[in-house]
């Protein structure tokens, strides 16, 4: 046996059970190499900071070259009432409710140690063996709230990163993902979820040398309520996404883009600002939405996400987005290497007007909401916060969601249109795209009075959809009924009744190989025909990760997808 070459000792591995790899291990010394590496048992390990010696101790020698995924969960100490109320009566009479300066920036030093940490132990193993390859998950810390009132679970400040540049550079991370670890409901639940400042991704990803591929599943919001039929849950709803700091987490990731320089190495980016979208989904459609632009003229996110695309071979996004995120406002750009490109836009723009109406132009007017110092949360208690806790305490929390208004089905003419020509114009400067898909999900669920709509779809009470998707010659196509490859680039307009002017169909007809033939479809025929908005499933199974590229090393971690996006 110690004559085999180890190649071959290798392959013979590859075949084993795990039953049969433990038996091998004793065998010699290349059999015990080859049957740890088959069986998958040091690919991943689950960080802390009470085992970071466990984790030398196991990855210092050659065990370094099988690890592909560092998972690290950030924590925050729990709160609890009774305690603080017994250190400082006086301090916690101005700060049952809200955090106090002085708690934000406690909680950011601890995040920041935490990132630290995790840079220092793998910095560490990197001097001591050769550089590895693998994939580095940081989870939002999910803190325990006990005995306190439900204001101090509705927590819309970011987790801030202090001191980005002294963090050293680890050239053995060739991905990195920030997410959110599940779903916390704070108004049912003892928890609330801390979110992560966006600008994170950018400084962190920086540090980086050979970053291959950045992605994030992070609720970024846009100032959404849940459509709760008593008041005192509304207002306490809102507290988990306040306008000020939510707008002021876009701008300081837009300001990280300006001045970064990201690894040349960067291919690929998956980036989910709307995670859960089940909670970017069920909101009122009647709901006045936050202005995140002004006093800009276009959207400081959305155009720093172009920047970051510029450079990729796919992209994949979630996102609350204007014109500027794919083609800049003055002047053009160019995407050499782009092949794949999805993106899901939401039906609210940053203006806080919505790129979708409903029947007969119902909400068609809506106007953003100025945000000012209201925007922020109190640094102290105020009367109105008492209040709120009384009747809370008077009448309960009821969280049921009542007279839901979803009915924005039919596009703004008004602010569509231009947006779906810069997607177009940005896909003619991609001369390697195979496939883009740009695509809103959609619901209807309205009382009577807002309409009759089965003639936009036929299937009412399930996930909608409205988009378009773009397939190259010799591509696996959209999932339509049948069309699946072709010789000729393909064109599927899955707008319902809604068609484009013969400019904007003319930008469309401009993507991919001009002297390829194009083939335009219009609608499926299993929801209704060309008339009728399709249902969800095609769009859902056309994610650019995973399913249609199943050979892609990164994300390593694939338990996170799901073809489904709304469960």
């Avoid at 949360?377 to 009448?395: F, G, I, M, Q, V």
């Avoid at 231009?418 to 496939?435: C, D, G, R, V």
């Amino acid at each position: 046996m110690d004559n085999l070459p180890q190649e071959l000792v290798e392959r013979i591995c590859g075949f084993l059970t795990p039953k049969d790899l433990k038996n091998t291990l004793t065998i010699s010394q290349s059999f015990q190499y080859a049957s740890e590496r088959a069986s998958g048992a040091y690919t991943q390990f689950d960080l802390t900071e009470e085992n970071a010696q466990q984790f030398h101790d196991i990855y210092s020698g050659r065990r370094w070259a099988y690890l592909r995924h560092v998972r690290f969960q950030t924590h925050v100490p729990a709160y609890d009432e009774d305690e603080a109320e017994g250190t400082d009566e006086e301090y916690f009479a101005k700060h049952h409710c809200r955090e106090s300066a002085e708690e934000l920036r406690i909680k950011d030093e601890r995040f920041t140690e935490q990132i630290k940490f995790v840079f220092d132990t793998l910095k560490t193993l990197e001097g001591n063996t050769s550089e590895g390859k693998l994939q580095l998950t940081i989870f939002a810390p999910i803190r325990e709230v006990r005995g306190s009132c439900p204001h101090r679970k509705c927590v819309s400040w970011r987790l801030h990163l202090l001191s980005p540049d002294t963090l050293p550079k680890l050239g053995s991370v060739r991905a990195l993902r920030i997410d959110d670890p599940t779903i916390i409901l704070p108004l049912e639940e003892d928890k609330s979820l801390l979110k992560i400042d966006l600008r994170v991704l950018v400084d962190l990803a920086m540090k980086f040398p050979r970053l291959e591929y950045l992605g994030c599943k992070l609720f970024a919001g846009s100032g959404w309520t849940y459509y709760y039929g008593r008041e005192v849950t509304k207002q306490y709803a809102r507290d988990c996404d306040r306008a000020g700091p939510l707008r002021d987490t876009r701008l300081e990731f837009a300001n990280a883009m300006e001045s970064a320089e990201l690894p040349s190495t960067l291919r690929q980016a998956q980036l989910d600002f709307l995670w859960p979208l089940s909670s970017a989904e069920r909101i009122a459609h009647d709901e006045a939405l936050p202005n995140l632009v002004e006093p800009n003229v276009y959207d400081p996110f959305s155009n720093s996400l172009r920047l970051l695309a510029s450079g990729l071979r796919r992209l994949e996004l979630k996102v609350v987005a204007d014109v500027s995120l794919l083609w800049p406002i003055d002047g053009a750009t160019s995407y050499p290497n782009l092949e794949s490109v999805c993106i899901l836009l939401h039906m609210s723009s940053p203006t806080g007007r919505w790129y979708f109406d409903g029947p007969q132009g119902h909400g068609h007017d809506a106007q953003g909401l100025e945000i000012n110092d209201q925007s922020y949360p109190p640094l102290e208690d105020s009367t109105d916060d008492e209040a709120l806790d009384e009747e809370a305490d008077d009448l309960g929390l009821d969280t049921e969601v009542i007279e839901p208004k979803e009915f924005r089905v039919s596009p703004n003419d008004e602010l569509l249109p231009p947006f779906l020509a810069a997607f177009a114009q940005a896909a003619s400067k991609m001369p390697k795209l195979k496939e883009a898909c740009l695509w809103s999900p959609l619901r209807w669920d309205a009382p009577e009075d807002f309409g009759d709509v089965t003639d936009v779809a036929r299937h009412t009470d399930c996930p909608l959809a409205w988009g378009i998707t773009y397939i190259a010659p010799r591509t696996l196509g959209f999932h339509y009924e049948g069309q699946h490859y072709s010789e000729s680039r393909q064109l599927f307009w899955m707008t319902g009744s809604w068609r484009p002017r013969d400019e904007l169909r003319d930008l469309f007809s401009r993507i991919g190989d001009q002297n390829a033939e194009l083939l335009e479809y219009w609608g499926l025929e299993a929801c209704g025909g060309k008339e009728k908005l399709p249902l969800r499933d095609p769009f859902d199974y056309f994610q650019i990760f995973d399913y249609r590229n199943p050979g892609s090393v990164w994300p390593a971690d694939k338990s996170f997808i799901t073809y489904k996006t709304l469960q």
